[in-house]
């Protein structure tokens, strides 16, 4: 299984970025698929969620300003982050977890993890 994730950068406060994680070696469309990021000195937080049949989960802290999505045939997941903030600034990572509906948000363990891509919000 290799995911790799791409699109990350600067950006000002309230700007946008949107994440792209193509995967290989497993079918994004059977699995749990999420995002989880790290802040330096912080613990890892699972922010977004989508399962098998799409449906969706997300962390408080990004509620109604990420959106996470995936195109099956092309086997990629996406984050859609707007209204960024510097309090996002962390490393991104894309993550699956072989069962077909996702856990709760907070604590789930996936199974495998791409390199991670550097998201950094200036004020």
């Known amino acids: 299984v290799e995911l790799v994730e791409s699109g990350g950068g600067s950006v000002q406060t309230g700007g946008s970025l949107r994440l792209s994680c193509r995967a290989s070696g497993v079918k994004i469309g059977a699995y749990c698929m999420g995002w989880v990021r790290q802040a330096p000195g912080k613990a890892r937080e699972g922010i977004a969620a989508?399962?098998?049949?799409?449906?969706?989960i997300y962390a408080d802290s990004v509620k109604g300003r990420f959106t996470i999505s995936k195109d099956n045939a092309k086997n990629t997941l996406y984050l859609q982050m707007n209204s960024l903030q510097p309090e996002d600034t962390a490393m991104y990572y894309c993550?699956?977890?072989?069962?077909?509906?996702?856990?709760?948000?907070?604590?789930?363990?996936?199974?495998?993890w791409g390199q991670g891509t550097q998201v950094t919000v200036s004020s």
């Open positions: 989508i399962d098998s049949d799409g449906d969706t």
């Open positions: 993550a699956t977890k072989r069962v077909g509906v996702c856990p709760p948000i907070k604590g789930t363990v996936y199974n495998y």
